[in-house]
């Protein structure tokens, strides 16, 4: 069985960094890529990045790069995902997936991650 | 970017009947659209790809159509575990990876 497990939620100063994990089993962590989305309150989802998790080779939103980092550790199978100089903007839930082998739909989720932007 | 546009934020249907909910692209995507449904509280799950192929587990309840720009969602007997909010999400040329804003479906 596949499944994503997410660090818990974040409350977190605006300037401040965040860093959430994503623990995956029941599957072949080096075979799929894994994406992150975010869902602010009221917003539709957004992509914000994924990580080869082979290579480690990354892509960002260019709304977002310089402050975003996707990593992993393939011993532990866990993908991580940092955003940098937090802004209010960057309140939302925020979700790892696994992008399917053709590159198309996300076909599993993480059960997702309250990041709170607040001073 | 393509846009992807649902029109319709909530449909009202009673339960057994039909729910329609429409999804538009801003330039033509094919049959690359995927929808998803997302219980309150929940993550989002995969419901259909390719426009119109059920995933496993799906219910045949579940239809989609379309092709181009214009596609359709299709709940033929509404059922009470059906609530919820449904995106369709386009994968014809990425990144992005865009969805739509999402249509609340509930019980009239």
């Known amino acids: 069985q596949v499944r994503l497990v997410q660090s818990g939620a974040e409350v977190k100063k605006p300037g401040a960094s965040v860093k959430i994990s994503c623990k995956t089993s029941g599957y072949n962590f080096l075979v799929y890529a894994i994406h992150w989305l975010r869902q602010a309150p009221g917003q539709r989802l957004e992509w914000i990045g994924w990580?080869?998790?082979?290579?480690?080779?990354?892509e960002y939103s260019p709304k977002l790069q310089g402050r975003i980092t996707a990593t992993r550790d393939t011993s532990a199978t866990t993908a991580f995902l940092e955003l940098k100089r937090l802004q209010s903007a960057d309140a939302a839930i925020y979700y790892c997936v696994r992008l399917t082998l053709a590159g198309k739909f996300f076909d599993s989720w993480g059960q997702g991650t309250q990041v709170t932007v607040s001073a | 970017e393509i846009v992807m546009t649902q029109y319709r934020a909530t449909v009202s249907v009673s339960l057994g009947e039909r729910a329609t909910l429409s999804c538009r692209a801003s330039q033509n995507i094919g049959t690359d659209l995927a929808w998803y449904y997302q219980r309150p509280g929940q993550a989002p799950r995969i419901l259909m790809y390719g426009a119109s192929t059920r995933v496993t587990g799906i219910p045949d309840r579940f239809g989609g159509s379309g092709s181009g720009t214009e596609f359709t969602l299709t709940i033929s007997r509404l059922q009470s575990e059906d609530v919820g909010i449904y995106f369709c999400q386009h994968y014809n040329n990425w990144p992005p990876w865009t969805f739509g804003q999402g249509t609340k479906v509930e019980i009239k």
């Open positions: 990580i080869n998790v082979d290579t480690g080779d990354t």
